[in-house]
T-cell receptor, first 115, second 113 residues
Framework: EAQVTQNPRYLITVTGKKLTVTCSQN?????MSWYRQDPGLGLRQIYY???????DKGDVPEGYKVSRKEKRNFPLILESPSPNQTSLYFC??????????????FGPGTRLTVL | QKEVEQNSGPLSVPEGAIASLNCTYS??????FFWYRQYSGKSPELIMF????GDKEDGRFTAQLNKASQYVSLLIRDSQPSDSATYLC?????????????FGKGTKLSVIP
């Protein structure tokens, strides 16, 4: 079964305490990305990765880091979380099949609260 | 500034009617266009994508693209209560195989039984 998993699903933390949200996909997709979703602002891309060791900034990268050491994993790192990073985070993996069909799967989301 | 605009709704349609969802975008270089459905408390689900001007049909869904007018729409025929959700439009600013997406804020659709 095609799957994108995220952990943890819920996290409450305090300002400044480093945290990592993991993302893993089982579809061998080259492309992975992280989004945050906030009321009134919609989904915004944080970082994306086109393949192993290839990452780039999305629209709202400040305060976040990512790494892509393996094709299946794309962790999101908050070195020093702040309350404005309280949000719902989604990881996604994507692939364009031969013939031009796009496939894309989102993880279940991680609800992060920074106090 | 790459912007994607959607009417936030809510859009209410009776069961069996056609729901029409609209989206405009600012970046003329945009390559591909996506529609997602997101149920409350769930993750987005890709339902349609379109690359070329014109219509693309998949079951009860039709995506329409007009690059000259920078406009993409989604029609849902024979709307069902299970179609009640928020629909997100996304625009890809990069080439094939890459997904640098800018999303609209979504249109909430309610299908009334």
């Amino acid at each position: 079964e095609a799957q994108v998993t995220q952990n943890p699903r819920y996290l409450i933390t305090v300002t400044g305490k480093k945290l990592t949200v993991t993302c893993s996909q089982n579809m061998n997709h080259e492309y992975m990305s992280w989004y945050r979703q906030d009321p009134g602002l919609g989904l915004r891309q944080i970082y994306y990765s086109m393949n192993v060791e290839v990452t780039d900034k999305g629209d709202v990268p400040e305060g976040y880091k990512v790494s892509r050491k393996e094709k299946r994993n794309f962790p999101l790192i908050l070195e020093s979380p702040s309350p404005n990073q309280t949000s719902l985070y989604f990881c996604a993996s994507s692939h364009r099949l031969a013939g031009g069909t796009d496939t894309q799967y989102f993880g279940p989301g991680t609800r992060l609260t920074v106090l | 500034q790459k912007e994607v605009e959607q009417n936030s709704g809510p859009l209410s349609v009776p069961e069996g009617a056609i729901a029409s969802l609209n989206c405009t975008y600012s970046d003329r270089g945009s390559q591909s266009f996506f529609w997602y459905r997101q149920y409350s408390g769930k993750s987005p689900e890709l339902i349609m994508f379109i690359y070329s001007n014109g219509d693309k049909e998949d079951g009860r869904f039709t995506a329409q693209l007009n690059k000259a007018s920078q406009y993409v729409s989604l029609l849902i025929r024979d709307s069902q209560p299970s179609d009640s959700a928020t629909y997100l439009c996304a625009v890809n600013h990069s080439g094939a195989g890459s997904y640098q997406l800018t999303f609209g804020k979504g249109t909430k659709l309610s299908v009334i039984p």
